[in-house]
DNA sequence: GTGGTCTAGACCACA
DNA sequence: GTGGTCTAGACCACA
């Protein structure tokens, strides 16, 4: 379900954080489901559970998952995550619009990516 | 002409590849034009000269600037840089609006940014 | 009568202990009231056992329930627990309340809030 | 400057956090003043340098400190931690105040904590 | 079994 | 020298 990209070149447990919370955005992983364990997760990737425990507390920070001590994690509803992952991505587009205007980059040619996108 | 933020994540060399790169491509750096000396410039933000090295060297590996030994770096000209930088840009207004649409933003809300930074 | 809250960070015996506490100082369970057992209310709650048994123990520590072998639990008189849980929130109060001076927060707001609470 | 005291059931980390985060609202730690390194202080504190790395990482997280690659730690300004610093502190004089009304502790009781400590 | 903390030690990027 | 990441391995609290 997850691929580590070792010529990638940010951290290991950043990957596995924004793996992990593409699935819980795009509903592979459903509210109150449970999480893999820490443990189980770190074997399937070969991976030392510290790294996992990393990505995880990333995950639960930010509203994606929440742990229960002795239980294991779970995913979070949609609501304690949305509005920031919105917020986020719209400040994303913003920036490298402006980049694209300085670059004397087309208005059309930006108006058609969103059609094709949004078609 | 180059302010260094110490709050921001990026490394320092990071910081002025990027500040530099804008010099460049707004032509308020020239093409053919002298680039300020490493040492110079080293001494004028307080940095260590490695890391304005490091920077000169990016710059120069992604065609902003060309090195003329014992002379000094030079602003290269548009076409050296400009088809990357836009390509590479296009690519992640895609990536980010691929993104929005994931997250169910209305075409309207990228469409409005669209609208307010090209007007 | 008790809810547990799986996004609280707190351990669930932690929760258990606190709801059943507030339930004895508020006199919803009076003295010499019988407590429910630990296996009925582990069913209720779907908890293990153990967790409840671990709550219980912190409540008979701290004065608020008394066990009688081979009956059950039963809650304390007021005057066994009071004091200590009066002390301990003075306590508490006072440290927060110096934090507050320290980081010159108005007097006049804390005056506010014990007026508001109390009216 | 710091103690830790091991039968603390919070953990060292969080010990040392609270500790520097107090020294940098006093005023003891300066806005841009330097941080000892984090090797330096797990040398002093006989600590392991991980755990020093992240009481710094919640530091930083919390707004007290920001991190240059490369050069260190370094203290912010008021103004990026004393808003949640307030927040935080006002709603537990909240909850403890509710919880001493609970008590039936006398308003006056409370009122005189206030008086004394704002003296 | 489940997550959380900590140590010892290595290696890397950055300045 | 400075912080950041990762591993291996231990031990603890909690359920």
């Not at 997850?2 to 793996?19: H, S």
């Not at 955005?25 to 990737?45: C, F, H, Q």
């Amino acid at each position: 379900m997850i691929n580590i990209d070792y010529r990638d070149k940010r951290p290991i447990y950043e990957q596995i954080y924004e793996k992990l919370s593409v699935l819980i955005v795009t509903g592979i992983l459903k509210a109150d489901e449970k999480m893999p364990s820490v443990r189980n997760l770190a074997i399937d990737l070969s991976i030392n559970p510290n790294t996992i425990q990393r990505a995880y507390a990333l995950l639960e920070q930010n509203g994606y998952i929440y742990t229960v001590k002795g239980r294991g994690n779970y995913v979070c509803e949609k609501s304690s995550y949305l509005a920031d992952e919105k917020r986020e991505t719209i400040t994303e587009i913003r920036n490298y619009i402006e980049k694209a205007r300085n670059l004397s980059i087309d208005k059309a040619e930006i108006e058609n990516i969103v059609l094709e996108i949004y078609k």
